[in-house]
């Protein structure tokens, strides 16, 4: 089962449309993402396992493997480090980021596996299913969701599930066939979607 993140904040699930959070610099193809550029990566990611902090909210209900946060839980962002985009127990010499946080976040995270088997470095790391901000704040790559959405994604996941982000720009013929004078009837509007490309830098 694949449920899809469209890069205008649409997100397909069981059949019905609702609102998700993508990077704060849009889309980008995998292959030219990069540690820290803000950017969710365009792909299929299959979800490896669900984390849940145990203090605030029961283990899901998911054919998924499940496993409980811990205080001293981490996941590494040192693109020169042995266990880049790995788990890491805190605290730990190399940069990382703590997944036992202060506010909702990563109450309920999916662990997609993006550029894990195995990490290359500065490829992007925790490229993350999880809880979004008021107001669906852009993220920093991961995808994010209203807890009840995640709840419902979950009880319907079975092993090999996964999390598909596309972009919504129009077919690159489409945009030849305007420049030649002749655009297709009825084209839909282009949505205002950043998306990086190869030696792009954040703003």
Same mark, same amino acid.
């Given at each position: 089962m694949i449920f899809t993140a469209h890069a205008d904040g649409r997100f397909d699930l069981a059949g019905r449309t609702t609102r998700c959070a993508l990077g704060r610099s849009g889309v980008i193809a995998a292959a030219d993402k990069r540690e820290g550029d803000g950017a969710s990566p365009l792909g299929v990611w299959p979800i490896r396992r669900i984390l849940y902090r145990p203090d605030r909210i029961a283990p899901p209900q998911t054919r998924l493997p499940v496993h409980p946060i811990?205080? $001293? =839980?981490?996941?590494?962002?040192?693109? %020169?480090?042995?266990n880049y985009n790995r788990p890491v127990k805190l605290p730990y010499p190399a940069s990382c980021e703590q997944l036992w946080r202060e506010d909702h976040v990563y109450d309920l995270v999916?662990?997609?596996?993006?550029? $894990? =088997?195995?990490?290359?470095?500065?490829? %992007?790391?925790?490229?993350?299913?999880?809880?979004a901000r008021p107001g669906f704040e852009p993220t920093e790559g991961c995808v994010a969701l209203q807890v009840w959405d995640i709840l419902q994604l979950l009880a319907l996941a079975e092993p090999g599930a996964a999390i598909s982000i596309v972009d919504v720009n129009p077919h690159p013929i489409l945009e030849s066939v305007t420049a030649l004078g002749e655009a297709p009837a009825a084209r839909p509007p282009r949505p205002d979607v950043r998306v990086l490309g190869p030696g792009s830098e954040e703003g």
């Open positions: 811990a205080p $001293d =839980d981490g996941w590494c962002d040192a693109p %020169g480090d042995p999916g662990v997609l596996a993006h550029n $894990d =088997d195995p990490p290359v470095p500065l490829m %992007g790391s925790a490229i993350f299913l999880h809880l």
